[in-house]
T-cell receptor, first 107, second 126 residues
Framework: DIQLTQSPSFLSASVGDRVTIACRAS??????LAWYQQKPGKAPKLLIYAASTLQSGVPSRFSGSGSGTEFTLTISSLQPEDFATYYC?????????FGPGTKVDIK | QVQLVQSGAEVKKPGASVKVSCQVSGHTLSELSIHWVRQAPGKGLEWMGGFDPQDGETIYAEKFQGRVTMTEDTSTDTAYMEMSSLRSEDTAVYYC???WGFGELGTYYYYGMDVWGQGTTVTVSS
């Protein structure tokens, strides 16, 4: 099974900050990685797929990069509505595991 | 566009079973790959299993093998997730989601899960 780790697990940031979240896989998986945003009491929302492709309707301040075992999600200028928990998920092989999540909170 | 609407909250006693439904609209269920993901209170997302378009079978996370059954009723475009022998650790929100990707029988590549149900809270308590 492919295990995913995320760092940091928690970060405190201000509106306008540039934020980067890392996701590391236990084995190489090309670009089969997705990123999700989840707000309290809501279902996750797909932000990025294929490691770097922005899902339709997602603001361009979100971007993804990486391949193999190292991936990053970047928010170029944090907005009030971006305070949430972010998860990576590998979709390379079963089981389709999720990372443990990164909570982005208001400083 | 595809929408997924789940059944309502459930409260069950330990040892009981629960069956959660996921009604598909905007598409036919037979053309979708539906997966199930759960989230315990204050915890992360956990993939439970789903329909594998590569071989047309349902695949389960090892943790849930033998205790969870995922089925589909194509006549009503409804997917189901049934879990037996419930224990307190199964208290969670259960989501159905569409596995989005490309390919066909034999080879399928996922992009991710792009459409989600609203979630069903299952509480297991004596």
């Amino acid at each position: 099974d492919i295990q995913l780790t995320q760092s940091p697990s928690f970060l405190s940031a201000s509106v306008g900050d540039r934020v980067t979240i890392a996701c590391r896989a236990s084995q190489g998986m090309s670009s089969y990685l997705a990123w999700y945003q989840q707000k309290p009491g809501k279902a996750p929302k797909l932000l990025i797929y294929a490691a770097s492709t922005l899902q339709s309707g997602v603001p361009s301040r979100f971007s993804g990069s990486g391949s193999g075992t190292e991936f990053t999600l970047t928010i170029s200028s944090l907005q009030p509505e971006d305070f949430a928990t972010y998860y990576c998920q590998q979709v390379n092989s079963y089981p389709l595991t999720f990372g443990p999540g990164t909570k982005v909170d208001i400083k | 566009q595809v929408q997924l609407v789940q059944s309502g909250a459930e409260v069950k006693k330990p040892g009981a079973s629960v069956k959660v439904s996921c009604q598909v609209s905007g598409h036919t269920l037979s053309e979708l790959s539906i997966h199930w993901v759960r989230q315990a209170p204050g915890k992360g997302l956990e993939w439970m299993g789903g329909f594998d378009p590569q071989d047309g079978e349902t695949i389960y996370a090892e943790k849930f093998q033998g205790r969870v059954t995922m089925t589909e009723d194509t006549s009503t475009d409804t997917a189901y997730m049934e879990m037996s022998s419930l224990r307190s650790e199964d208290t969670a929100v259960y989501y159905c989601a569409r596995g989005w990707g490309f390919g066909e029988l034999g080879t399928y590549y996922y992009y991710g899960m792009d459409v989600w149900g609203q979630g069903t809270t299952v509480t297991v308590s004596s």
